[in-house]
């Protein structure tokens, strides 16, 4: 599987408020998780649907899912959690949410967010993954 889209300069990303992400193509964010706060969390999930045109939201924590996504139909939520133990992790794993978010992004207008509890580790190597993909 390949993506075909193009990457174009990095004038051209859409930049959020508050949520903790940064898009580092105009359709792939990677980042970390909502605030605990409620208010919050729908302020930031707000900043990611509106300013950034999110559609897809790719959480890859093992300890949490967030379940605000439940509530915003226009966003397609999958939970794939990992742990972050500096294990090796099975090609299964990354074969597995490469090919659903390259489904997602497939659709007209999608753009992804990859995401775990910091933005360090698990969101942006998914991120990466689906980059290679």
């Known amino acids: 599987m390949s993506s075909s889209r193009s990457i174009p300069a990095e ?51 093992q300890e949490a ?8 139909p226009e966003v397609t939520y999958r939970w794939a959690g990992i742990d972050d133990a500096g294990q090796r992790v099975p090609d299964a794993w990354f074969e597995d949410i490469v090919g659903w978010a390259l489904d997602a992004l497939a659709q007209p207008r999608s753009r992804l967010l990859t995401h775990c509890h910091m933005g360090i580790n698990r969101g942006p190597s998914a991120g990466f993954a689906v980059l290679l993909g």
């Open 11 to 61: 004038s051209t990303l859409p930049h959020l408020r508050s949520a903790n992400a940064d898009f580092v193509t105009p359709y792939l964010a990677v980042g970390g998780d909502l605030p605990v706060d409620n208010d919050e969390a729908v302020r930031d999930a707000a900043d990611l649907i509106e300013l950034g045109g999110v559609t897809h939201v790719l959480d890859v924590r």
């Open 65 to 72: 899912q967030e379940d605000l996504w439940g509530f915003t």
